[in-house]
Nanobody, 126 residues
Framework: QVQLVESGGGLVRTGGSLRLSCAAS????????MGWFRQAVEKEREFVAT????????QYADSVKGRFTISRDDAKNTVYLQMNSLKPEDTAVYYC???????????????????WGQGTQVTVSS
């Protein structure tokens, strides 16, 4: 059974940076697309970023495009989310997820992911 564990969240000021990590255990995820989602208080979970199984094709939500970068290190079975120029509206619990289909292209839809981490809190102060 694969498990995902996020880390790297915390409190940062507006304009600051954080790097989230998502470490997988139980089996390799090198053939799976990966994604990051977030959920703010009293809001629905929303898509942030995804990348395909090769790590080449990426997709971002418009709200984070140009500021966030998703990447993967398959040797470490880890996915990253580099977040720069953070804004108060980026405050949320961030979740990583593994795509259902091997060799997939990545997706912005939560239903296309079947393994989720427990989340890590990111708080951006103004």
């Amino acid at each position: 059974q694969v498990q995902l564990v996020e880390s790297g969240g915390g409190l940062v000021r507006t304009g600051g940076s954080l790097r989230l990590s998502c470490a997988a255990s139980g089996r390799t995820l090198s053939r799976n697309p990966m994604g990051w989602f977030r959920q703010a208080v009293e809001k629905e979970r929303e898509f942030v970023a995804t990348l395909d199984w090769t790590g080449v094709r990426t997709q971002y939500a418009d709200s984070v495009k140009g500021r966030f970068t998703i990447s993967r290190d398959d040797a470490k079975n880890t996915v990253y989310l580099q977040m720069n120029s953070l804004k108060p509206e980026d405050t949320a619990v961030y979740y990583c997820a593994a795509g259902r289909s091997s060799y997939g292209l990545g997706s912005s839809l939560p239903r296309d992911y079947d393994v989720w981490g427990q989340g890590t809190q990111v708080t951006v102060s103004s």
